[in-house]
């Protein structure tokens, strides 16, 4: 995500009720559309993170054993 797009989901975030409403209120579609797009990739991005972070695998043993056999076939 660039840093417009940042810029734009933070406003979407950290806005208040009263100021989202007037954001929705004068908001097209393709600005909605828009808005749930940058949600949807930072719900992804959060995601990966996650992932990356309670990677908690310390024994490899079966995936070397895997990527051998894959190696000498």
């Known amino acids: 995500m660039n840093d417009w797009d940042r810029e734009n989901l933070d406003f979407i975030l950290g806005t208040t ?3 989202f409403d007037m954001w929705l209120a004068q908001a097209d579609e393709d ?3 828009y808005a749930l797009e940058l949600v949807y990739k930072a719900k992804a991005e959060f995601i990966i993170e996650d ?3 309670n990677d908690n695998v310390i024994n490899l043993t079966e995936a070397k054993k895997l990527i051998n056999r ?3 076939v």
């Open 17 to 19: 009720d009263e100021g």
């Open 51 to 53: 992932m990356e972070h």
């Open 31 to 33: 600005d909605i559309e």
């Open 70 to 72: 894959i190696k000498n």
